[in-house]
């Protein structure tokens, strides 16, 4: 590789991972609030929230990707521009898109981390999530069970135990059960255990009383018990075991596109095709984000005022790029065979990057107000 090409690459992946880092502890901090409070309220230990929020950053990464690709290229560009050098390469007799092979060579690389993301890393990730989430749904007494406290684990349930012992039991249990309209069933037992099946939790409770309190009539009828039991599954929102969700199938059972698959994940066949194309296109927009930024600068030579209207310019593209990224996705989900559009916006995206190269080769095509910029006068 030239040594100039090598200089420009190793300045785009310095900055490249300088803002990498910088957006995704931003993203991960905001998200990273919110799951605390939801894990340490639910009895979890702060070893829980590291792993948890250690399966959330693929994800994560994937996302600020792009954005540090563009950020990137243009940071540089715009440097390369007020110290002229780029101006000094140009004038040795570099063309655009020689000065821009560098930039392609960066965006690949960050393509090639985007698909190892999103075809192994994040679907790994997720469905690693979804099971730890199924077990700590799972774990009642971290949840729920906490002695000497009202709790309201769901709308219109109310919940409380005396004294939980070393051993499990729980010991002068109280359950409120309103949520059926008109109705109010009240439980009451001298002591209780926890129960697991396939279903999901039981609660098994002994030597007590259930109240059954009519609204409309007013009528409390009352009957003893020496045992019961009470489904705690739908208490919890557990969810079904097996079930997978479209984010942690694989590449090839998504493009695949079974019956089998989507009765499993309860969705479409055509959300199940947009999402297994998604994956393949989506890597792209990381080279069209750094054409676009490295381009729109190379529109107007140095000058002292800054290159803001460029870097207007390359924000501006890439904003009609997501929008038409968020159109073609809308269209592949309402159809089976509308998959083809989610390429759409990275064709679209390195297209334009492309133009804007050859836009900068050819000054005529700029207006009279880009020609004063890139005149020798106005760099003086």
Do not use: C
Not at 51 to 59: A, C, D, Y
């Amino acid at each position: 590789m030239p040594r100039f090409d090598r200089y420009l690459l190793s300045q785009l992946l310095a900055l490249f991972g300088f803002f990498s880092l910088l957006l995704v502890s931003v993203y991960w901090v905001n998200r990273a609030v919110g799951l605390f409070d939801q894990l340490i309220g639910d009895g979890q230990s702060a070893l829980v929230f590291v792993e948890f929020s250690l399966l959330t950053l693929p994800n994560v990464i994937r996302l600020v990707l792009p954005i540090s690709t563009f950020v990137a290229a243009v940071y540089i560009a715009n440097r390369l521009m007020g110290d002229s050098e780029l101006v000094v390469m140009q004038a040795t007799g570099f063309s655009s898109f020689r000065l821009a092979r560098p930039v392609l060579i960066f965006g690949l690389m960050v393509m090639l981390m985007m698909s190892a993301l999103t075809h192994v890393l994040v679907p790994a990730s997720r469905a690693v999530l979804a099971e730890r989430s199924a077990e700590i749904a799972d774990n009642v007494t971290a949840r729920f069970l906490r002695d000497g406290q009202f709790m309201h684990p769901a709308e219109g349930l109310t919940l409380y135990i005396r004294e939980l012992t070393p051993t499990g039991e729980l010991r002068d249990v109280f359950l409120s059960d309103d949520r059926t309209s008109g109705q109010t069933v009240t439980y009451t037992a001298r002591r209780a255990l926890l129960a697991r099946d396939d279903s999901g939790p039981k609660l098994l409770m002994f030597d007590g009383t259930t109240q059954t309190l009519d609204q409309d009539s007013r009528r409390l009828s009352i009957t003893r018990f020496a045992d019961v039991i009470y489904d705690l599954g739908g208490l919890l929102g557990a969810q079904a075991s097996g079930r997978r969700t479209v984010d942690e199938l694989s590449t090839p059972e998504l493009l695949r596109a079974d019956p089998a698959v989507v009765a499993e994940v309860r969705s479409t066949r055509a959300t199940l095709l947009q999402e297994g194309h998604s994956r393949i296109a989506q890597p792209f927009l990381a080279v069209a984000a750094a054409l676009i930024g490295f381009g729109a600068l190379l529109l107007g030579a140095f000058s002292r005022f800054g290159l803001w209207r460029q870097i207007g310019v390359a924000v501006g593209m890439l904003i009609v790029v997501q929008l038409i990224n968020t159109q073609a996705t809308g269209l592949a989900i309402r159809s089976e065979q509308g998959w083809p559009a989610v390429y759409a916006a990275p064709v679209v995206g390195i297209g334009i990057g492309a133009l804007l190269l050859w836009l900068s080769q050819r000054p005529r095509w700029l207006g009279r107000g880009a020609r004063a910029v890139s005149s020798p006068g106005a760099a003086t």
